[in-house]
Nanobody
Framework: QVQLVESGGGLVQPGGSLRLSCAAS????????MGWYRQAPGKQRELVAD???????NYADFVKGRFTISRDNAKNTVYLQMNSLTPDDTAVYYC??????????WGQGTQVTVSS
Protein backbone atom coordinates (compact mmCIF):
# COMPACT_ATOMS: atom_id res chain seq x y z
CA GLN A 1 0.00 0.00 0.00
CA VAL A 2 1.19 3.48 -0.89
CA GLN A 3 0.30 6.58 1.07
CA LEU A 4 0.51 10.03 -0.48
CA VAL A 5 0.54 13.12 1.72
CA GLU A 6 0.12 16.52 0.09
CA SER A 7 1.09 19.81 1.67
CA GLY A 8 1.61 23.42 0.70
CA GLY A 9 -1.91 24.52 -0.13
CA GLY A 10 -3.49 27.66 1.26
CA LEU A 11 -4.85 31.09 0.48
CA VAL A 12 -2.92 33.29 -1.92
CA GLN A 13 -3.67 36.53 -3.73
CA PRO A 14 -4.03 36.66 -7.50
CA GLY A 15 -0.62 36.77 -9.11
CA GLY A 16 0.96 34.96 -6.19
CA SER A 17 2.75 31.64 -5.96
CA LEU A 18 2.48 28.40 -4.04
CA ARG A 19 4.53 25.23 -4.00
CA LEU A 20 2.72 21.96 -3.40
CA SER A 21 4.54 18.88 -2.18
CA CYS A 22 3.47 15.25 -2.17
CA ALA A 23 5.44 12.73 -0.16
CA ALA A 24 4.99 9.05 -0.95
CA SER A 25 5.55 6.05 1.27
CA UNK A 26 6.94 2.78 0.01
CA UNK A 27 9.56 1.84 -2.53
CA UNK A 28 7.67 2.19 -5.78
CA UNK A 29 7.94 5.96 -6.14
CA UNK A 30 11.05 5.99 -8.33
CA UNK A 31 9.51 3.70 -10.96
CA UNK A 32 6.05 5.26 -10.98
CA UNK A 33 4.59 8.16 -12.89
CA MET A 34 3.36 11.00 -10.70
CA GLY A 35 0.69 13.53 -11.39
CA TRP A 36 -1.15 16.50 -9.99
CA TYR A 37 -4.88 16.82 -10.59
CA ARG A 38 -7.38 19.36 -9.38
CA GLN A 39 -11.09 19.54 -8.77
CA ALA A 40 -13.02 22.76 -8.43
CA PRO A 41 -16.53 22.86 -6.89
CA GLY A 42 -19.08 21.50 -9.33
CA LYS A 43 -16.44 20.41 -11.82
CA GLN A 44 -14.78 17.13 -12.72
CA ARG A 45 -11.28 16.30 -11.60
CA GLU A 46 -8.77 17.30 -14.26
CA LEU A 47 -5.12 16.70 -14.95
CA VAL A 48 -2.83 19.61 -14.17
CA ALA A 49 0.57 18.06 -14.86
CA ASP A 50 2.35 14.74 -14.75
CA UNK A 51 5.90 13.47 -14.79
CA UNK A 52 7.23 10.08 -15.83
CA UNK A 53 9.75 8.10 -13.87
CA UNK A 54 12.33 9.34 -16.35
CA UNK A 55 11.43 12.97 -15.75
CA UNK A 56 9.43 13.74 -18.89
CA UNK A 57 6.68 16.23 -18.14
CA ASN A 58 3.24 17.01 -19.50
CA TYR A 59 1.05 20.00 -18.72
CA ALA A 60 -2.55 20.99 -19.23
CA ASP A 61 -2.84 23.94 -21.58
CA PHE A 62 -4.28 26.14 -18.86
CA VAL A 63 -1.11 25.94 -16.74
CA LYS A 64 1.62 25.93 -19.37
CA GLY A 65 4.22 28.53 -18.59
CA ARG A 66 2.90 29.08 -15.06
CA PHE A 67 3.25 25.72 -13.27
CA THR A 68 6.22 23.40 -13.02
CA ILE A 69 6.15 19.78 -11.89
CA SER A 70 9.29 18.13 -10.59
CA ARG A 71 10.28 15.09 -8.58
CA ASP A 72 13.00 14.10 -6.15
CA ASN A 73 13.32 10.34 -6.14
CA ALA A 74 15.74 10.42 -3.20
CA LYS A 75 13.00 12.04 -1.10
CA ASN A 76 10.04 10.17 -2.64
CA THR A 77 8.49 13.57 -3.28
CA VAL A 78 6.83 15.30 -6.20
CA TYR A 79 6.37 19.05 -6.34
CA LEU A 80 4.14 21.50 -8.15
CA GLN A 81 5.41 25.04 -8.34
CA MET A 82 2.50 27.32 -9.17
CA ASN A 83 3.13 30.89 -10.27
CA SER A 84 0.89 33.68 -11.56
CA LEU A 85 -2.10 32.16 -9.85
CA THR A 86 -5.60 33.31 -10.76
CA PRO A 87 -8.98 32.74 -9.10
CA ASP A 88 -9.63 30.07 -11.75
CA ASP A 89 -6.88 28.00 -10.15
CA THR A 90 -8.92 27.66 -6.96
CA ALA A 91 -9.51 23.96 -6.38
CA VAL A 92 -8.55 20.96 -4.31
CA TYR A 93 -5.28 19.64 -5.69
CA TYR A 94 -4.63 15.91 -5.60
CA CYS A 95 -1.43 13.96 -5.99
CA UNK A 96 -1.51 10.71 -7.97
CA UNK A 97 0.94 7.82 -8.21
CA UNK A 98 0.47 5.50 -11.17
CA UNK A 99 2.44 2.39 -12.00
CA UNK A 100 -0.24 0.16 -13.47
CA UNK A 101 -3.98 -0.28 -13.08
CA UNK A 102 -3.48 -2.20 -9.85
CA UNK A 103 -1.03 0.38 -8.51
CA UNK A 104 -2.83 3.69 -8.75
CA UNK A 105 -3.06 5.80 -5.59
CA TRP A 106 -4.41 9.21 -4.64
CA GLY A 107 -3.61 11.62 -1.86
CA GLN A 108 -6.24 13.23 0.32
CA GLY A 109 -6.01 16.57 -1.47
CA THR A 110 -4.91 20.05 -0.46
CA GLN A 111 -7.02 23.17 -0.89
CA VAL A 112 -5.69 26.04 -2.97
CA THR A 113 -7.69 29.25 -2.84
CA VAL A 114 -6.75 32.26 -4.95
CA SER A 115 -8.56 35.35 -3.79
CA SER A 116 -7.96 38.96 -2.91
Amino acid sequence: QVQLVESGGGLVQPGGSLRLSCAASGSIFSIAAMGWYRQAPGKQRELVADITRGGSTNYADFVKGRFTISRDNAKNTVYLQMNSLTPDDTAVYYCNLFYNRATNFWGQGTQVTVSS
